[in-house]
C-alpha cells in the first residue's frame, strides 16, 4: 500500500511539474510575442467594436463607404480603428527593421510612443465632441459600444507603450550579456545569435 501511494504521489508531482513547465512556456511565448500579438489585437478589436457599435447594421464595404462619404469629427466613429490600424502599421515595420541594439535604445521604443501618444491625444480629444452630440439620440447598447470602442484604443495605444519599453529593456539586458561574453557570441554567431553580430564587431574595433 505504501508503495502504491508513493507511485501515485510521484505521478502527482510529476503532473504538477508538467503543468507549470506548460504554463511557464506559454507565458513566455505570449511575453515574447507580445508586439505582434498586440498588433493584432490594435487591428481586430476597434473594428469588432464599431460593428457592434452599428447595430442592427452590418460593417461592410459599403457600409464603411457611406460612413467615409458622410464623415463627421462629431459623429464618425470610422476614424478610430483607422487610427488604430495606421498605428499598429507603422509600429510593426519599425519593430521588423530594427535589430538587437536599435530594439534596445533607438527607434523602436520612439516612433512607437510617439505614434501612441498622438493618437492618445487625437482620440481623447474627439471623445468628448462624440458623446456631447451622442448623449440623447443613441440607446444605450450603442452608447455602451461607442465608450467600449474609445476605452479599447486608448488602452491598446497605453499597451504598445509599455511593451515596446519591455522590449527595450529585455533587448538591452542581452547587449550587456553579449557585450561581456564576446566569444560566445564569436562560436555561436552564425547558428544562434546572427542579430548580434554588430556587437561582436564593435568588441573587436575596441
Given amino acids: 500500500m505504501g508503495f502504491v501511494k508513493e507511485e501515485k504521489s510521484k505521478k502527482v508531482l510529476r503532473g504538477v511539474k508538467t ?10 511565448f505570449l511575453l515574447f510575442s507580445a508586439p505582434i500579438l498586440l498588433v493584432i489585437a490594435d487591428t481586430l478589436l476597434p473594428f469588432s467594436l464599431l460593428s457592434a457599435s452599428l447595430s442592427p447594421s452590418s460593417l461592410s464595404l459599403q457600409t464603411l463607404s457611406s460612413h467615409f462619404n458622410n464623415y463627421d469629427f462629431r459623429y464618425s466613429l470610422v476614424d478610430i480603428p483607422l487610427v488604430s490600424i495606421i498605428r499598429s502599421a507603422v509600429i510593426i515595420c519599425v519593430y521588423n527593421l530594427c535589430d538587437g541594439p536599435r530594439l534596445s535604445r533607438g527607434p523602436y521604443l520612439g516612433i512607437t510612443t510617439i505614434c501612441s501618444v498622438s493618437s492618445l491625444i487625437y482620440v481623447s480629444f474627439k471623445a468628448p465632441r462624440v458623446f456631447r452630440v ?4 443613441r440607446g444605450e447598447y450603442v452608447r455602451a459600444m461607442e465608450i467600449a470602442l474609445f476605452v479599447c484604443s486608448l488602452l491598446l495605444a497605453i499597451g504598445h507603450v509599455a511593451v515596446a519599453y519591455r522590449t527595450s529593456c529585455r533587448e538591452r539586458r542581452k547587449l550587456w550579456v553579449y557585450k561581456i561574453d564576446i566569444e560566445a557570441v564569436s562560436a555561436c554567431k552564425n547558428m544562434v545569435f546572427p ?11 575596441k
Avoid at 503543468?19 to 513566455?28: D, E, N, Q, R, Y
Avoid at 451622442?134 to 439620440?137: A, E, G, H, N, Q
Avoid at 542579430?195 to 574595433?205: A, F, N, S
Fill in 134 to 137: 451622442s448623449s440623447t439620440d
Fill in 195 to 205: 542579430r548580434y553580430q554588430k556587437i561582436l564587431l564593435e568588441g573587436r574595433v
Fill in 19 to 28: 503543468v507549470f513547465f506548460l504554463i511557464t512556456m506559454l507565458i513566455s
